[in-house]
């Protein structure tokens, strides 16, 4: 009939381990893989160990059937009965000096677990702090871009406005200008031509009139009750 192992199988005696392989003995020594006595072979990994030891060639070597005995209602009773005594036992060999090493272990494992989260405290910290940094350049860049496009535009504006006053003034001069020529040009209906010249007087005409004026005194007609021209 099919029992149980007695023994461990020890499958964690070579982690971590380096051997130098033999191969003039098929590595019957273990040093190869995993040797099996009762079937004189070697197996690589440890997987293929368990199936092998579990399979049925290898229970058919030890001499044993596939076939379990049925367990009685006593023998649960004992098998259960077994293990609370295994762990009452291993309960007391729990040590007071086990328990003060586990006591320091979770102390430094709290401490390490503190300090973890307090450096891990800072780090969002400090990517807050330096993120906001970034955010608020951001916007005093754009801030100064904004202020400088708006300064440029008054600038223009104001450069044109002061060429619009310019052109302006430059149009008012020129009308005023051209007015004022306008203005001193003479004009033939406000002022008439000037009237001839008079015709110059002959010096024998003068003489006669002087002539006639003492004929006229002398005969009394002095003009207007006038009196005889003196000599």
Not at 142 to 151: G, S, V
Not at 160 to 170: C, L, S, V
Request: glycine content about 6%; some cysteine; charged content about 40%.
């Amino acid at each position: 009939m099919l029992t149980a192992r007695d023994y461990k199988v020890d499958l964690d005696s070579k982690v971590n381990r380096t051997s130098v392989v033999s191969m003039t003995d098929g590595g019957k020594d273990g040093s190869a893989g995993y040797y099996c006595e009762v079937c004189d072979c070697v197996i690589k990994d440890s997987m293929n160990y368990l199936d092998h030891i579990n399979g049925r060639k290898h229970i058919q070597n030890l001499g044993m059937s596939m076939n379990l005995t049925r367990s009685t209602v006593e023998d649960v009773k004992n098998r259960f009965k077994m293990h609370k005594e295994k762990k009452v036992v291993e309960k007391k060999e729990y040590s007071l000096a086990e328990r003060l090493a586990d006591a320091a272990e979770e102390e430094e494992r709290m401490a390490a677990y503190s300090v973890q989260v307090k450096k891990d405290r800072k780090n969002r910290k400090r990517n807050r702090d330096e993120e906001k940094r970034n955010n608020d350049l951001e916007l005093k860049r754009a801030k100064r871009a904004m202020e400088e496009k708006l300064r440029k535009e008054h600038d223009a504006l104001i450069e044109q406005n002061r060429k619009e006053e310019a052109r302006k003034k430059a149009e008012s001069r020129k009308n005023r200008s051209s007015g004022s020529e306008s203005d001193d040009a003479p004009d033939e209906k406000d002022n008439p031509p000037p009237p001839p010249p008079p015709k110059p007087v002959s010096d024998d005409l003068l003489a006669a009139a002087d002539n006639d004026d003492d004929m006229m005194a002398a005969m009394g007609f002095g003009g207007f009750g006038g009196s005889v021209k003196d000599s």
